[in-house]
């Protein structure tokens, strides 16, 4: 495999509406997309452009959502994942399987809230970050 751009960098949040003041208000975000949920994979989501990668924040939704065991970590929110590009997601998960990688949730991709497959890397075997990988929107 090969490493490509930085997409995004997922941020969890308590509330999406406060992060979104945050970062408009006091780092002078202007390209906020409009919040979406996302109930595959039980999420709320939002995307700030910045010039060179997105940050996705992301809040949780209903009880079930994996992010309530980050935030109780973490109650002020925090960087949850960084989501780089790849050219080919199966050949990334072949890949990174022979590697040994623990692929979380299962090694099979899953549509993610750009609309394109990606795969997260377990952050044990990514010395503490999880790392998703997302097919490439360019190929
Ligand atoms: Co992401």
Known sequence: MKLGRL?????ATPSIDQAIARYR???????IHA????????????FIDTPNAQIELLEPLGPESPLHGFLRRNPDG?????????????ATRDELLGKGMRLVPTPEPRIGA?????????????????????????H
């Open 114 to 138: 750009h609309g394109m497959p990606v795969l997260f890397v377990h952050p044990k075997d990514m010395g503490g970050i999880l790392v998703e990988l997302m097919q490439s929107p360019a």
């Open 78 to 90: 925090g960087q949850h994942h960084l989501c780089f590009e790849v050219e080919d997601i199966l």
């Open 35 to 46: 919040p979406f949920d996302f109930p595959s994979q039980k999420v709320r989501v939002c």
């Open 7 to 11: 997409n995004h960098v997922g941020v």
């Open 25 to 31: 208000d006091t780092l002078g975000a202007t390209r």
